[in-house]
């Protein structure tokens, strides 16, 4: 059996956003035990020239939809950047997963072998669909959503490599 881009795509997104979805709402229950503002555990980051927490997984989110949607040779989904509570993050989540999975798995296959023009910075970057997927969607899927737990186990939340490994029921 060949593994598929389409495979690889739908069940890397189920499974890391899935994850984040549970440690946002373990990020989202800590909060609420110890009683300190929302926004306080949300603004922060592991460096000043680093991104807070909210934008890790919007870019967590985006590399996902927005790859899915480039494989496909659809238009880029449009998310605004707005959240600004745990609850609006894991909708987030929630949309990107659901957006990713509703696309055909034949559009997504079929670029497989085809050079795509991948857009970084002010260049593009020739890759085949199975390179973009491999090299760049999951590579900055599973970055971002590591930044996102790192920021909250540094917060004290009580999280552990289990709870970025499977997915929230």
């Known amino acids: 059996m060949t593994t598929t881009v389409s495979y690889l795509l739908k069940s890397s997104t189920n ?16 909060v609420g035990a110890i009683k300190c ?4 555990v949300l603004a922060q980051r592991l460096y000043p020239d680093m ?5 890790q997984v919007q870019i967590a989110c985006d590399t996902a939809a927005r790859g ?3 494989l496909a040779g ?11 509570t745990f609850a609006e ?7 990107a997963i659901d957006y990713v999975n509703a696309i055909d798995d034949a559009k997504i296959d ?4 085809t050079v795509l023009q991948i857009p970084m910075g002010q260049a593009t970057m020739p890759m085949t669909g199975e390179q973009y997927l491999q090299s760049f969607i999951l590579t900055n899927l599973h970055f971002h959503a590591a930044m996102a737990y790192g920021l909250l186990r540094t917060q004290g939340v009580q999280i552990g490599k289990r709870d970025y490994l ?3 029921k």
């Open 68 to 70: 899915a949607a480039r």
């Open 15 to 30: 499974q890391t956003l899935g994850a984040l979805k549970g440690i946002l709402a373990k990020g989202e229950a800590y």
């Open 51 to 55: 991104f807070a927490l909210p934008r």
């Open 37 to 40: 503002e929302e926004a306080a």
């Open 110 to 113: 079929a670029t497989a072998k």
């Open 74 to 84: 659809l238009d880029m989904p449009s998310f605004p950047d707005t959240e600004q």
């Open 166 to 168: 499977v997915p929230a």
């Open 89 to 95: 993050l894991i909708a987030r989540c929630q949309k």
